[in-house]
């Protein structure tokens, strides 16, 4: 089992409507959860952090913690064509007494989007 | 705020060949990530720098790539002798503090010939 898992995609959507990323992991101990955005040829930009359960918003964005069942999600509203990218989940462990060990993030896939004028 | 630099963008060499990478993170950023992105993948780590000190680098071939970062600012990753395999893009990052979200360069797409 991959520690981290993305549908590949591509996930198709007309534009304006709502794109819904998912993303499960496998280390019940994650406690940071991350959203990035990578256009083609381009290096990875971060869109999204979540800590807690439950939603966050952040313009058309919202991501959404679920730690007892191991997802994360990304949802973006009114998408537009330029939000066709591929979308990276990354998670991270809860340090431990080497508070910097902690910070490593796992990577998972990524889910390509496809927005449709 | 001056974002993540690396250098060169690409580089072509031919497989036993050396090569290096150079990488200025963002000011005041303690943390320094090398990853390996292969086409369709997503980022892997390869060594993780807390200030000039080496965190993590369960995942860096050892035999074949080798990473510094002198004085806790820059750092270099090389590879010698490179195979047909390291053809990916390295990218570097940085993070403020523990845990905080990860900055990245634009990358070096390595292609081995």
């Known amino acids: 089992q991959k520690e981290v898992e993305q549908n590949s995609g591509p996930l198709s959507v007309p534009e304006g409507a709502i794109a819904s990323l998912n993303c499960t992991y496998s280390?019940?101990?994650?406690?940071?959860f991350f959203w990035y955005r990578q256009y083609s040829g381009k290096s990875p930009e971060l869109i999204m952090f979540i800590y807690s359960n439950g939603d966050k918003e952040d313009g058309r964005f919202t991501a959404q913690l679920n730690k007892a069942s191991q997802y994360v999600s990304l949802l973006i509203r009114d998408s537009q064509p330029s939000d066709s990218a591929t979308y990276l989940c990354a998670v991270n462990i809860k340090p431990g007494l080497d508070q910097a060990a902690g910070n490593k993030l796992t990577f998972g896939g990524g889910t390509r989007v496809l927005v449709k004028p | 705020e001056a974002g993540v630099a690396q250098s060169p963008r690409y580089k072509i060499i031919e497989k036993r060949q050396s090569v290096a990478f150079w990488c200025n993170p963002i000011s005041g950023h303690a943390t320094l990530y090398w990853y390996q992105q292969i086409l369709g993948q997503g980022p892997k780590l390869l060594i993780q720098f807390q200030n000039n000190g080496v965190v993590d680098d369960s995942q860096l071939p050892k035999d074949r790539f080798s990473a510094e970062r002198l004085k806790g600012v820059d750092s270099t990753l090389k590879i010698q002798p490179a195979k047909l395999e390291d053809s990916a893009v390295y990218l570097c990052?940085?993070?403020?503090?523990?845990?905080?979200?990860?900055?990245f360069g634009d990358g070096t797409r390595l292609s081995i010939l």
């Open positions: 990052a940085s993070s403020l503090d523990v845990p905080a979200p990860q900055h």
């Open positions: 280390d019940r101990g994650s406690q940071s």
